[in-house]
Structures are given as C-alpha cells and as structure tokens.
C-alpha cells in the first residue's frame, strides 16, 4: 500500500495543481487527457441498432436502472461489437450479462470472471464456509445458469476464477469489462490486483481493450478512505495501476457515468452502499432515504484502456 499511496501521490501532482475546491469529480474528467491514439473499435449504424434492440427488450427492472448505468453510452465508448469475446468481471446476478450474451450474439463469447477463493474468504458479513465450497464451482454453475436464461441466439459462454484462468483462453478476448469491481481488487492486498491484471492482461489479444466503470472518489479525499474498503478509489489511482501493469489510457476519460451529486467524503466515512440501489444505512429512516434517493446512484469514473503489445 505505500508504493501504491507514494505512486498515487506522484500521479496527483501531475494532474493538476488546483485548489482542493478545483479537483472535485468533475474536474478529473477534464483534467485528464491520453497521448494514445486511441484504437478502440468504433461501433458501425449496424451495431448501434443491434445494441438498441437488444436494449428494448429488456425487463422494466432493468430499463428502470439505465439512467444511472447507461449501458448504450458506456459499451459504446468502449467499442464493445457484435461476435466479440468480451469478459465480465463479477458479473454477479447478470445485469450486464443479459445485455452482452444477446448483444454479442453466436459469434461472440461472453466470458464470467470471478474473484479467487482467497479473496472471497476476506469478505465480511455473508461469507461462510458454505459460501466458500459453492464458490469452488462457481465457473460451471455461472454457465449453467447463464444458459438457462432462455436467450435466443445468444453468445457461447465460458468462465473462469482469478489465478485459474485455463491456457486455452489466453489471448482470446477483444475486451474485459470491470463494471463496479475494482474497488473490491484493491482493497484487500495488492497481491489480489496484481494476480487480476496479470489474468487480464494474458487473457486480452495483443491491443485488447480493458473498460472499466468504477465508484469515484474526489481527489482531495483521503488516500486510506479511498483504497476501495468504502467503494470508492480514485481516479488517478486506477489509471496508475492499469499504466504500471501493461496496459494504456486509450481515450480520454468520459463523463458518461458522472453523478456530480455524489460528494462522497472521508471526514464523514461516506461508503458507495448508502445510496441507490442498497440504501444500506437508510431502510428505516424515511427522511434519510430521500436525501440518498435525490443523490442518486454513485459518482462514476468510465475509462478504457488499451493493452500495450
């Protein structure tokens, strides 16, 4: 963690030299500019009404979400296309999933990520032993169930745990997707981030792109608020730990998943889950679950990335 902190530290100072006032959320997405050229895929008039289709088709549970998520903006920014092999990190109950597998099609693959066993086992709260030996066989059981969605037409599928990817994926994917789950690889020990991005980076073809959507902590906050414990990282943080394990800023960082209301601070110990959709500490405070309802969802950086070849 001091590495990381002393890193983030530098990467700070070079993006801007702004009052605490002047680097507020919305300011990072300004501030921060790429020299790559940027080589994500551009999505055709085709894919664009493949995706809207798609889209439409969805349950008014999940269209009910897609101001706050934007999933046609977002998968759009990162070039994710049709007959794809695209891999989803901690999919979780399919949100994105079930847009992906429909999306991408019989020539695509979608390909489920999981956390290994050992960082499952850090969890507080839910996880048990039971959890943990049904975790074991997460891969299969997240294909099984997957299949069972009843999409017509839809992707091939396949998944794996960190630190278990099997060698006939490497080099496979188009792109990974970290929609929400890079709070969780930094918050334990570096050896979980580093064991994900060296599964990420082997998995990726040469110039695979990595997007990545992430609950987005100011940069005037504290550094040991914002490793993640809380949800929240930092922005420079990410881009930092991507630069330093193989991979490059592929265009400037969007706007498209921002939530200026969202001003989430560590002098009061502010944690992702107390708004939408958890309200995690206002269940039996009315008058506290409309301040949070008003915020809405968490303030988002949306970056993608580029493996350097």
Not at 203 to 211: A, D, Q, R, T
């Given at each position: 963690?001091?590495?990381?902190?002393?890193?983030?530290?530098?990467?700070?100072?070079?993006?801007?030299?702004?009052?605490?006032?002047?680097?507020?959320?919305?300011?990072?997405?300004?501030?921060?500019?790429?020299?790559?050229?940027?080589?994500?895929?551009?999505?055709?008039?085709?894919?664009?009404?493949?995706?809207?289709?798609?889209?439409?088709?969805?349950?008014?549970?999940?269209?009910?979400?897609?101001?706050?998520r934007n999933p046609?903006?977002?998968?759009?920014?990162?070039?994710?296309?049709?007959?794809?092999?695209?891999?989803?990190?901690?999919?979780?109950?399919?949100?994105?999933?079930?847009?992906?597998?429909?999306?991408?099609?019989?020539?695509?693959?979608?390909?489920?990520?999981?956390?290994?066993?050992?960082?499952?086992?850090?969890?507080?709260?839910?996880?048990?032993?039971?959890?943990?030996?049904?975790?074991?066989?997460?891969?299969?059981?997240?294909?099984?169930?997957?299949?069972?969605?009843?999409?017509?037409?839809?992707?091939?599928?396949?998944?794996?745990?960190?630190?278990?990817?099997?060698?006939?994926?490497?080099?496979?994917?188009?792109?990974?997707?970290?929609?929400?789950?890079?709070?969780?690889?930094?918050?334990?020990?570096?050896?979980?981030l580093a064991d994900?991005?060296?599964?990420?980076?082997?998995?990726?073809?040469?110039?695979?792109?990595?997007?990545?959507?992430?609950?987005?902590?100011?940069?005037?906050?504290?550094?040991?608020?914002?490793?993640?414990?809380?949800?929240?990282?930092?922005?420079?943080?990410?881009?930092?730990?991507?630069?330093?394990?193989?991979?490059?800023?592929?265009?400037?960082?969007?706007?498209?998943?921002?939530?200026?209301?969202?001003?989430?601070?560590?002098?009061?110990?502010?944690?992702?889950?107390?708004?939408?959709?958890?309200?995690?500490?206002?269940?039996?405070?009315?008058?506290?679950?409309?301040?949070?309802?008003?915020?809405?969802?968490?303030?988002?950086?949306?970056?993608?990335?580029?493996?350097?070849?």
């Amino acid at each position: 963690m001091k590495k990381f902190l002393l890193a983030l530290s530098v990467t700070a100072l070079t993006l801007s030299a702004c009052s605490k006032t002047e680097t507020k959320n919305s300011d990072v997405v300004k501030t921060v500019k790429t020299t790559a050229a940027t080589q994500v895929p551009t999505l055709s008039s085709s894919d664009k009404d493949a995706l809207m289709a798609v889209l439409n088709t969805q349950p008014d549970e999940t269209k009910a979400r897609f101001e706050a998520r934007n999933p046609q903006a977002t998968l759009e920014y990162f070039g994710i296309q049709p007959g794809m092999t695209v891999v989803e990190a901690l999919p979780g109950g399919g949100w994105y999933s079930k847009i992906l597998i429909p999306y991408l099609g019989p020539e695509g693959t979608l390909i489920g990520m999981d956390y290994d066993l050992d960082m499952w086992a850090k969890f507080d709260g839910f996880v048990n032993e039971e959890f943990l030996e049904k975790r074991k066989s997460w891969p299969a059981t997240w294909i099984k169930d997957s299949s069972g969605w009843g999409i017509e037409n839809g992707s091939q599928l396949s998944a794996f745990a960190i630190g278990e990817m099997p060698e006939h994926l490497k080099g496979t994917a188009d792109a990974v997707l970290l929609i929400r789950a890079a709070h969780h690889l930094n918050r334990f020990n570096q050896a979980h981030l580093a064991d994900s991005l060296k599964d990420i980076h082997d998995v990726l073809k040469p110039s695979g792109v990595v997007g990545i959507v992430q609950h987005r902590a100011s940069e005037d906050q504290d550094d040991g608020w914002a490793n993640g414990d809380n949800g929240y990282l930092k922005q420079s943080l990410v881009i930092k730990f991507m630069e330093d394990n193989g991979f490059e800023l592929a265009k400037t960082p969007s706007a498209i998943n921002s939530n200026p209301k969202d001003m989430a601070s560590s002098e009061t110990d502010d944690k992702v889950w107390r708004l939408p959709p958890t309200l995690g500490t206002s269940r039996d405070n009315e008058e506290l679950q409309a301040k949070m309802k008003a915020i809405g969802e968490s303030d988002r950086m949306t970056l993608v990335f580029r493996k350097k070849s």
